[in-house]
């Protein structure tokens, strides 16, 4: 079965540092790979996707970056967080050419002070 | 417009009431619409989702009307249990690799 990991599940960090979420995907190849935000337990917004290694698409200019070195490996960092940066931020996952059905990580609680 | 709006943004229903949630889209090319359930701190689950070639399904105490000329179409939850509490997405896509385009999410609160 197909399962999700998105570490860590907290974070306090301070305003000005880095970040780097990891999220990795097991039990299927090829996933296309997104990453959400949701600020005040609220509303999804879409940051980025992945359909495949080396290619992100971005859907809001900001201060955040996405990578993915590995077929299963969605990274989303910041070289200098923002207090407009905390929020809930969820990594999902959905089979090549269906992105009708996502399946969601955990989640990461960022609390930029 | 890839827009999906969603109402209302909270809802208070009694034990044992309908609760129902609306949404309506704008872009005719959407041809799948799901709903995701999402409980506080966890990520959002599929819950139910439906096709424009059918009117209506039902899964247990949940239920979507669809109503395509409309651009319509809504979340019925039967019997509502204090177990539904959550906050809803509908969303929709014309499926391939577009992702889901999200409402706003609706907090339900079902209260003994």
């Known amino acids: 079965s197909q399962t999700i990991h998105q570490w860590p599940a907290t974070l306090v960090q301070p305003v000005g540092s880095p970040l780097s979420l990891e999220c990795t995907v097991e039990g299927t190849s090829n996933p296309n790979l997104y990453w959400y935000r949701q600020a005040a337990g609220r509303g999804l917004q879409l940051l980025f996707y992945s359909v495949g290694i080396g290619q992100i698409s971005s859907e809001v200019p900001q201060n955040l970056s996405a990578s993915r070195p590995q077929d299963r490996q969605f990274i989303l960092s910041s070289k200098k967080l923002l207090l407009s940066d905390s929020g809930f931020y969820l990594c999902?996952?959905?089979?090549?050419?269906?992105?009708?059905?996502?399946?969601f990580g955990s989640g990461t609680q960022l609390s930029v002070l | 417009q890839q827009q999906v709006k969603q109402s209302p943004q909270s809802l208070i229903v009694q034990k044992g009431g309908i609760s129902i949630i609306n949404c309506a889209y704008e872009?005719?090319?959407?041809?799948?619409f799901p709903w995701y359930q999402q409980f506080p701190g966890k990520g959002p689950a599929l819950l139910i989702a439906i096709r424009p070639d059918v009117s209506e399904k039902k899964e247990g105490r949940f239920t979507i009307s669809f109503n395509k000329s409309a651009k319509q179409f809504s979340l019925h939850i039967m019997d509502s249990q204090p177990g539904d509490s959550a906050t809803y997405f509908c969303a929709a896509t014309n499926s391939g690799n577009t992702p889901l385009v999200f409402g706003k999410g609706t907090r339900l609160s079902v209260i003994a």
């Open positions: 999902a996952w959905s089979t090549r050419g269906l992105s009708e059905k996502l399946f």
């Open positions: 872009n005719t090319a959407f041809d799948y």
